[in-house]
């Protein structure tokens, strides 16, 4: 089974904890998610995290912690880290994912939530936001 890394990114905002997520812009139906991607082979799992948000957010990040394996989907080993954003990214961005990867030249649409455990996440409520 192949892995896949997870990335909880998080920012301190005014005393408020902040997830950042995205939406696709073309696929609205693809509900609420945060970055995540397939670990290519001989990578590790902290080289796929740093790569994947460049791809995907054009973000830079310091891991936090491991939060755990979630299940979703199946046919990946899924590997969750908290990270928090480097720098002071903006609170809303719209980005085109690079690289060679089955997403690339989609745009992701990218915005900051307060966390709280009720929000949906890959249009299904996620208990790792418990964690935050």
Not at 85 to 95: L, T, Y
Request: charged share 35%; hydrophobic share 35%.
């Amino acid at each position: 089974m192949r892995q896949r890394v997870v990335a909880y990114v998080t920012r301190e905002r005014d005393g408020v904890t902040e997830l950042l997520v995205f939406d696709h812009r073309d696929h609205p139906n693809a509900g609420t998610q945060v970055p995540a991607g397939r670990i290519d082979p001989g990578e590790s799992l902290e080289e796929c995290l740093h790569r994947e948000l460049d791809e995907e957010a054009g973000l830079r990040g310091r891991i936090v912690r491991e939060l755990g394996r979630p299940e979703w989907p199946a046919k990946y080993d899924n590997r969750a880290f908290e990270v928090r954003a480097e720098g002071n990214p903006p609170d809303v961005w719209k980005h085109e994912v690079h690289g060679t990867g089955d997403d690339a030249g989609l745009v992701f649409l990218y915005r900051w939530e307060p966390v709280r455990p009720d929000p949906e996440l890959f249009n299904r409520r996620d208990p790792l936001l418990e964690l935050l």
